[in-house]
């Protein structure tokens, strides 16, 4: 069964509804209905405690702030077939965080408490869920881990070789990795800094021809001196153990 809207089709591609039978799926997706977010908007306050939402195009970032010094640290960065907020989902408490739109957003959202009543009744969902929990408990305890244990330069390699993606090979041929999108503001949100340290760590890789910077833009020239600098790699991209001095 599929809603003619096509929403079951969009839910089936989500991890959390990627296991419901099709029977399931389609009355699951009758309780979504289709949203925008404009780039760089926020949804409300508490949103979350009455609203599901699976992210369909764009990315979102979930943030911890403090209002005296107007700091942000990002917690999540969810992209498409990504859902906020599991947290809020689970416990039924407001969730002390910001949310702001890195490029458009298009999403579905759905009353929490249908979400709540699927879960009693598809033990597919559940399961889903608590992997999703699981999953988000190994990247907070990353983030920790980075911040606690590891200088900025690492934690900043670390994020370019998570989110870098392929680009055109080099006239040589050798593959390349670019990462776009992100501001360097948003960047030092992500590694726990600001800006400016930001900055001053892109313009040493660029002067050691590392990277090429670019209006929300890097480009990496030297795949392996980002791995270098890392504490750990990005599989998709290199080889899981470090090469040699």
């Not at 003619?4 to 419901?20: A, K, V, Y």
């Not at 989902?89 to 249908?114: F, K, N």
């Not at 990247?139 to 690492?154: H, K, V």
Request: charged fraction near 25%.
């Amino acid at each position: 069964m599929s809603s003619p809207n096509g929403i079951s089709e969009t839910l089936r591609r989500c991890d959390l509804f990627g296991g419901l039978t099709d029977e399931e799926l389609g009355d699951v997706s009758r309780s979504f209905r289709r949203e925008s977010l404009a780039r760089h908007a926020s949804l409300p306050p508490g949103r979350a405690l009455t609203t599901f939402t699976v992210i369909v195009s764009g990315r979102m970032e979930v943030m911890r702030y403090h209002p005296e010094t107007d700091r942000r640290l990002t917690i999540a960065f969810l992209e498409p077939f990504d859902a906020f907020d599991i947290v809020t989902l689970m416990d039924g408490q407001m969730h002390d965080v910001i949310t702001r739109a890195a490029e458009p957003i298009e999403s579905l959202v759905a009353p929490l408490p249908a979400v709540r009543r699927w879960i009693d009744r598809m033990p597919a969902l559940e399961h889903a869920l608590l992997h999703s929990v699981a999953a988000q408990m190994r990247g907070l305890e990353s983030l920790a881990a980075d911040i606690a244990l590891f200088d900025t330069p690492t934690r900043l390699s670390n994020l370019i070789l998570q989110y870098a993606e392929p680009s055109s090979p080099s006239a040589d041929g050798r593959p390349q990795y670019v990462l776009s999108g992100m501001s360097h503001e948003m960047i030092a949100r992500m590694i726990g800094t600001v800006r400016a340290v930001v900055n001053r760590c892109l313009q040493e890789l660029k002067a050691d021809h590392v990277v090429q910077l670019r209006r929300h833009e890097i480009r990496i020239d030297d795949l392996e001196a980002v791995m270098k600098r890392a504490d750990r790699f990005c599989e998709r991209l290199g080889s899981p153990t470090p090469p040699g001095p």
